[in-house]
Nanobody
Framework: QVQLVESGGGLVQPGGSLRLSCAAS????????MGWYRQVSGKQRELVAAITRIGGTNIADFAKDRFTISMDNANNAVYLQMNNLKPEDTAVYYCYVAKIGSVHWGQGTQVTVSS
């Protein structure tokens, strides 16, 4: 069973930056897209950013101009650079890897933006 391991979450002050990383425990073939969702307790999970295997990106409106997604396709790794963080960015961030017929999810990493 493939596992996605996330890192980089934590506590940061408003205006600060964090870089989330997500790596697969083994090679995943036929990947279509990778990306990040986030979830606040009691709310639905929402897309933050996604990147296709050929490099096309989809960034949520709330993240544009602040967050950047990148990937290492050969190693099934995806990254999320988050700048100018706001308290409303506080959430658990989940990475995913999507292929035809299945989606792998990470366990989530907590991001807390607070002074």
């Amino acid at each position: 069973q493939v596992q996605l391991v996330e890192s980089g979450g934590g506590l940061v002050q408003p205006g600060g930056s964090l870089r989330l990383s997500c790596a697969a425990s083994e090679k995943i073939f036929n990947v279509n897209a990778m990306g990040w969702y986030r979830q606040v307790s009691g709310k639905q999970r929402e897309l933050v950013a996604a990147i296709t295997r050929i490099g096309g990106t989809n960034i949520a409106d709330f993240a544009k101009d602040r967050f950047t997604i990148s990937m290492d396709n050969a190693n099934n790794a995806v990254y999320l650079q988050m700048n100018n963080l706001k308290p409303e960015d506080t959430a658990v961030y989940y990475c995913y890897v999507a292929k035809i017929g299945s989606v792998h999810w990470g366990q989530g990493t907590q991001v807390t933006v607070s002074s």
